[in-house]
């Protein structure tokens, strides 16, 4: 293999590139991507990284397979002592346990290879003691590291979960040590070895041409050879007829997974390992075999997740696009119903026509304040509204990111509180300006403030209704001055309402945002696909 620097480079930038994309929207191929990313990524982390900065690493055989198929026994009977745990209770395997020589403990007692898990070590069941593993009591992700001289040095071999296992935690947790081997080791059963599980794992080995073996364990004598020959058909259908086969017989040790199965039993499966971890050439393919296969799976896998991320951030435009209909077309309405004087009418109509005599400055601004406020939202509310129903017609609005309230991002703010707050502060601007103008005013025919503002804010919103405030106005502090007050309070009010429909529109993206689907994400997982396949034809051309 080619491990030098420069691959090993492209190889961490494309896992890089991995890690950070996202499918969190709910289209049909976000599961098949989010899984298709924590396999990538288990593969990278847990193998490729791992064993190209470090060919000389013990060869590590993972042994998977359904409930009980006897994956337990069968390492406990490869190691020549009880080191995994084996019974009758299911699911066994709850804790991995990774299992070598003394001497290549060091490989695997840190981060080398399998860097999310706790390493836990186990001291040694003595005879008549607990069950070591029934005093494995740490929380969270763990893996047991036992050493054993019997085993030769140079292999490791790793007794995984149950990949159909009740426990999803144990699903998962199998399906990725599994990405961490050099050599697969199928464990499965007479009684099940048509079952579709074990097939899946068989048709993944296949996909990523990894180094592959089978043992088919619990064979009664009685039917050995025939279920031997169905097996080795089923092999050949699915072109797996060319990877090593072990049988091992049922035996009375066999019996509740209690014991260990004598020596010659797995001497076949034994020494067959022994061979690929301790000669040189035969090491040396089983790693190259794993290694291209995964390697060369890329070409098909990374094209597929950066189209799903493409696919993610193409319903973040659409999403927001519909935000961005929804809220311009308010901002439309509210700019139409204030040219037509819609906030002039109702309650605020009658405090106008009370004014001044019946009602004073501040009672019709108050009336103005609230009718403008409920023009407001109810254009917010028809927003929200036409969100709602575009992102329920698109498969990603139902993201739960998107369907929780926003009460995190706004504390217990509504928008009825928002719009108000909004309002009130330009009836405040109105105020000041007035004061500011009647200040310049003779004092002793100055006008009071209150009502400058209260004629200000009837012309504004008053449409043709609110043409004899403006009247009013300009007898009060002249044409000139009235023209400013209103061209000031127009102005205000335009940056009021944009302010209020950016700040709800920007409420309603905050969702989308948090997402952080970003539209280089496609070009970047191509773009670093790219660049490994270019360093690995590099390397072949210099060999």
């Not at 961005?324 to 040219?339: G, Q, S």
């Amino acid at each position: 293999m080619d491990v030098r620097p420069q691959l090993l480079d492209a190889l961490s930038a494309l896992r890089d590139r991995v890690s950070a994309a996202r499918f969190p929207l709910p289209l049909a191929g976000a599961p098949r991507a989010r899984a298709n990313r924590d396999e990538l990524l288990a593969q990278l982390d847990d193998y490729l990284l791992p064993r190209l900065r470090s060919p000389e690493a013990p060869l590590l055989a993972v042994v998977a397979g359904s409930t009980g198929a006897g994956k337990s026994t069968l390492v406990n009977s490869l190691v020549g002592r009880r080191v995994s745990e084996a019974g009758i209770l299911r699911p066994t395997t709850r804790t991995p346990v990774l299992v070598c020589n003394p001497g290549d403990h060091h490989w695997f007692s840190g981060k080398r290879v399998l860097p999310d898990l706790t390493r836990v070590r186990v001291p040694r069941q003595e005879p008549g003691g607990d069950d070591p593993a029934h005093r494995e009591s740490r929380p969270g992700r763990v893996i047991r590291v036992e050493t054993a001289d019997n085993l030769p040095p140079g292999l490791a071999l790793l007794d995984a979960p149950d990949i159909d296992s009740l426990v999803a935690e144990n699903r998962v947790l199998a399906a990725e040590l599994v990405c961490a081997a050099d050599v697969w080791v199928m464990v499965t059963t007479a009684a099940r070895y048509a079952d579709a599980v074990p097939w899946h794992l068989l048709r993944t080995a296949k996909e990523y041409r990894a180094g592959l073996i089978t043992v088919l364990d619990r064979v009664p004598h009685q039917v050995l050879a025939e279920v031997s020959r169905q097996y080795e058909a089923l092999l050949t259908r699915a072109g797996l007829g060319d990877v090593p086969r072990f049988t091992v017989p049922e035996l009375p040790e066999s019996a509740w997974g209690g014991g260990l199965l004598p020596a010659t039993a797995v001497a076949p499966l034994r020494n067959w390992l022994t061979h690929r971890a301790q000669d040189q050439v035969a090491r040396e393919r089983a790693v190259e075999r794993t290694a291209r296969g995964a390697l060369d799976s890329l070409r098909s896998r990374m094209p597929e997740l950066a189209g799903a991320a493409a696919a993610q951030y193409a319903a973040v435009l659409r999403l927001t696009a519909a935000v961005d209909r929804a809220y311009d077309e308010a901002e439309a309405r509210v700019r139409d119903r204030l040219r037509a004087g819609a906030v002039l009418t109702g309650g605020a109509l009658r405090r106008w026509r009370a004014f001044p005599m019946d009602c004073a400055a501040e009672e019709l601004l108050d009336a103005l304040v609230e009718s403008l406020t409920s023009v407001l939202l109810c254009a917010v509310d028809a927003a929200e509204e036409r969100v709602d129903d575009d992102w329920r017609r698109d498969p990603a609005g139902a993201a739960p990111a998107l369907t929780e309230s926003d009460a995190g991002a706004d504390g217990a703010e509504h928008a009825a509180h928002r719009v108000g707050m909004a309002v009130r502060r330009w009836r405040r601007e109105i105020e000041e300006c007035a004061e500011d103008e009647v200040r310049e005013l003779d004092g002793h025919r100055a006008p009071d403030p209150e009502a400058v503002a209260a004629l200000v804010a009837a012309a504004l919103l008053g449409g043709r209704r609110g043409r004899s405030a403006g009247e009013r106005l300009a007898e009060e502090v002249g044409a000139r001055r009235a023209l400013r007050l209103r061209d000031g309070a127009g102005r205000m009010l335009t940056a009021c309402v944009e302010r209020i429909v950016h700040r709800e529109r920007e409420r309603r993206l905050a969702p989308l945002d948090r997402l952080d689907l970003r539209p280089e994400s496609q070009a970047e997982l191509i773009a670093a696909l790219s660049l490994l396949r270019k360093e690995e034809v590099s390397g072949d051309h210099r060999h």
